[in-house]
């Protein structure tokens, strides 16, 4: 015999599985001969999404050694809200491991630059397979090495960006820039290298929101992280896309 909360749990997972839509798959770009794991998971009510009324899209991106799928509790908040969400595996067996000799913003541009160009591809390749989603607009998630690739990517192409959150990233300078609102979430275990953080003059300039989490690790900052962890962050970021931050 049910008792009731194990029915509300299972229906709580019936409505979950009839709202949204996960499914990963491997894109081919062949200018690269790169084969390109993403996840990707349909908004709740994407029926509401046309090309007349389009949907906004998010990419989630992975900090390095951390598997592109283990921000579930990031994906939940974004399909509830209504995001395409693409979550996307920037590093490959064979590809070159992550400099971890400084100055960072020269040794590692290479390895943000590959995720920059994935992404571009990917947004060109999608946007024609999901037509009722708003590709010109990206939110871009990501942690550590995935945020520092999210903020070159608004660098280089700040028109199509219209927000940021990031989780801990410490090489790549945050946008100042009006257009794009950025929440990044700080760890209080390793500080961001100089000029990634805003300072007090540029928060009050621009919209950016720096919030340090007290007693979170850099290495936690994701699904296998401590659960009042996971809680918090995706708090924080619930109310970032409700502009309550």
Same mark, same amino acid.
């Given at each position: 015999?049910?008792?009731?909360?194990?029915?509300?749990?299972?229906?709580?997972?019936?409505?979950?599985?009839?709202?949204?839509?996960?499914?990963?798959?491997?894109?081919?770009?062949?200018?690269?001969?790169?084969?390109?794991?993403?996840?990707?998971?349909?908004?709740?009510?994407?029926?509401h999404c046309s090309q007349q009324t389009k949907c906004p899209?998010?990419?989630?991106?992975?900090?390095?050694?951390?598997?592109?799928?283990?921000?579930?509790? &990031?994906?939940? !908040?974004? %399909?509830?809200? =209504?995001?395409?969400?693409? @979550?996307?595996?920037?590093? *490959?067996? $064979?590809?070159?491991?992550?400099?971890?000799?400084?100055?960072?913003?020269?040794?590692?541009?290479?390895?943000?630059?590959?995720?920059?160009?994935?992404?571009?591809?990917?947004?060109?390749?999608?946007?024609?397979?999901?037509?009722?989603?708003?590709?010109?607009?990206?939110?871009?998630?990501?942690?550590?090495?995935?945020?520092?690739?999210?903020?070159?990517?608004?660098?280089?192409?700040?028109?199509?960006?219209?927000?940021?959150?990031?989780?801990?990233?410490?090489?790549?300078?945050?946008?100042?820039?009006? &257009?794009?609102? !950025?929440? %990044?979430?700080? =760890?209080?275990?390793?500080? @961001?290298?100089?000029?990634? *953080?805003? $300072?007090?003059?540029?928060?009050?300039?621009?919209?950016?929101?720096?919030?340090?989490?007290?007693?979170?690790?850099?290495?936690?900052?994701?699904?296998?992280?401590?659960?009042?962890?996971?809680?918090?962050?995706?708090?924080?970021?619930?109310?970032?896309?409700?502009?309550?931050?």
């Open positions: 015999m049910l008792t009731r909360s194990k029915y509300l749990v299972i229906l709580f997972s019936f409505l979950v599985s009839v709202n949204s839509y996960a499914s990963g798959d491997v894109i081919f770009d062949e200018a690269r001969g790169r084969s390109i794991p993403t996840h990707i998971t349909l908004p709740a009510h994407s029926t899209v998010a990419f989630v991106n992975a900090g390095y050694g951390i598997a592109y799928t283990d921000y579930q509790f &990031a994906v939940d !908040v974004f %399909t509830a809200k =209504g995001y395409l969400t693409i @979550a996307v595996a920037h590093e *490959l067996k $064979n590809d070159p491991a992550l400099n971890s000799n400084p100055p960072y913003m020269a040794t590692r541009i290479e390895n943000w630059h590959r995720g920059v160009v994935t992404l571009k591809f990917l947004v060109e390749q999608l946007s024609a397979k999901y037509p009722a989603y708003d590709f010109s607009q990206l939110t871009l998630f990501g942690h550590s090495n995935g945020g520092d690739i999210s903020a070159l990517y608004a660098a280089i192409y700040p028109k199509q960006v219209s927000q940021i959150i990031t989780l801990d990233h410490r090489r790549m300078l945050l946008p100042r820039n009006d &257009a794009i609102r !950025v929440l %990044t979430l700080r =760890g209080s275990d390793y500080p @961001a290298d100089h000029q990634v *953080l805003l $300072n007090k003059d540029e928060l009050v300039q621009y919209p950016v929101t720096q919030i340090m989490i007290e007693k979170s690790r850099h290495n936690d900052m994701y699904d296998g992280g401590p659960k009042w962890l996971v809680a918090r962050m995706a708090k924080e970021i619930d109310a970032f896309l409700n502009n309550k931050i």
